[in-house]
């Protein structure tokens, strides 16, 4: 993909690096593999995003109570955190490279499964689809710092603006689909296939590249990595640091707050009174200040002093759209979601910058993204099945939105210890 230069030269932090920018057929082959990346972070969010516009209707025809609607929401979640911990091995076993492409595949798989009428196909495919998104949201980071170790930001914010839009995409199409086809929500869900799909067949040519084809090489692939001849550090230690901790937890309060808006803002506006329709455009409304602030969530996170800054302002953004919607949530709608989508945005541009920031080579940004995936996606999760019992318990949306705004605090504490400018296991 890169020259062997690229590869081996050191990459201590995004702004750091003094690498010089490939010309040439190497710039072919980056922009390719650039191109072939963001349509794989693309559908990272697809098929977690395109489920709740259309929730209720699942719920109705699979006969699931409100509990069994929010752990439907919740299953992806809970796969981001389980099986991320398993991508190292899987890593070690096939290369970054080709672990993604199986991934992509199975996510189609995954999605195609879903739609198949039953609840256990409903649940099952979810859980194969959300355990495919794990491993590509912890290869994502490592990749980054691994092929575009002189663009780390620039690439950061695409890859955060991807997952924006995919999200964006599903949530805002779904229902219109079901109008403009007359298809039922299996159908139109079934549709997300193509797209990662079409994803494994624009990363093939990563594969084919010189030093990815035999499978002997294939296992070698992480050493060739920048920092080679250092042993990747065991993921235990990590367990120690501080820094670590503190990017850990951030990935995951923030997540939780994201997923649970995901999975639940379409039934909050339709339990005040707006459209079925209308409820899924806020939800794909929120994301494009999203899709912009993640995008420049890797600049500020460089420029903005202090560095804590920039997550304070996430959490008072993200803090005055829950307000909003306890207060006003149908008439003031686009003010709150351009509030709320500016602050998630951020945040997880922020979040996904830390796990590369703090790392000082790509062994250490695989392993501090599994643990910050892992356990901050098992904390994320709590978010959707949180709210929906909560919901249940209270009858209402004063108590939830009430814990979110709590969780807000928690978060900017975490963002404190993990916005410090200093690496892993060197603290």
């Known amino acids: 993909m890169n020259s062997p230069t690229t590869h081996q030269a050191p990459a201590v932090r995004p702004s750091a690096s003094r690498q010089p920018s490939p010309s040439g057929p190497v710039a072919a082959r980056t922009v390719r593999a650039a191109l072939a ?26 006969h699931l109570s409100s509990f069994g609607g929010g752990a439907l929401s919740t299953v992806p979640v809970v796969c981001f955190g389980a099986f991320a911990f398993l991508a190292p091995r899987l890593t070690r076993r096939f290369g970054p490279h080709h672990l993604l492409w199986y991934a992509l595949l199975a996510l189609s ?68 689909l ?127 002093r202090p560095a804590f800054v920039a997550p304070l302002a996430a959490a008072v953004l993200c803090a005055t759209g829950f307000v909003g919607l306890l207060t006003s949530p149908v008439a003031g709608a686009y003010l709150w979601m351009t509030a709320l989508g500016l602050g998630q945005g951020l945040a997880v541009g922020l979040a996904l910058g830390y796990i590369v920031a703090r790392s000082p080579d790509a062994h250490h940004t695989g392993r501090l993204s599994t643990m910050a995936q892992g356990i901050g996606y098992l904390i994320a999760c709590l978010g959707p099945l949180g709210l929906g019992l909560l919901h249940s318990a209270s009858g209402g949306w004063t108590l939830p939105l009430s814990v979110l705004l709590a969780v807000l605090v928690a978060q900017s504490v975490a963002a404190y210890g993990a916005s410090r400018d200093r690496h892993v296991l060197t603290s």
């Open 109 to 176: 798989g995954g999605i195609v499964l879903r739609s198949v009428p039953g609840v256990l196909a409903l649940f099952g495919g979810t859980l194969i689809a959300g355990a495919a998104i794990a491993v590509g949201n912890v290869l994502m980071p490592q990749l980054v710092k691994h092929d575009f170790a002189h663009r780390a930001g620039l690439m950061l914010g695409c890859y955060s603006l991807a997952l924006s839009g995919g999200a964006a995409l599903a949530a805002g199409v779904v229902v219109p």
């Open 178 to 304: 079901e109008s403009a086809t007359g298809w039922g929500w299996r159908q139109v869900l079934a549709l997300g296939a193509i797209p990662s799909f079409m994803a494994a067949l624009a990363w093939l040519p990563e594969l084919l590249a010189p030093g990815r084809s035999t499978p002997n090489r294939r296992r070698q692939e992480p050493a060739d990595h920048e920092g080679a001849g250092t042993a990747p550090p065991a993921l235990g230690a990590l367990w120690r640091d501080r820094t670590a901790w503190a990017v850990t937890l951030y990935m995951g309060l923030q997540s939780l707050g994201y997923y649970a808006i995901l999975a639940w803002l379409p039934t909050l506006l339709q339990d005040h009174g707006m459209s079925d329709s209308q409820a899924g455009w806020m939800l794909s409304f929120s994301s494009f200040p999203g899709m912009a602030a993640s995008f420049a969530a890797p600049w500020l996170q460089q420029r903005l």
């Open 37 to 62: 990346f963001g349509l794989a972070a693309l559908n990272l969010r697809i098929a977690v995003a395109s489920l709740s516009p259309v929730l209720t209707e699942v719920e109705h025809d699979e």
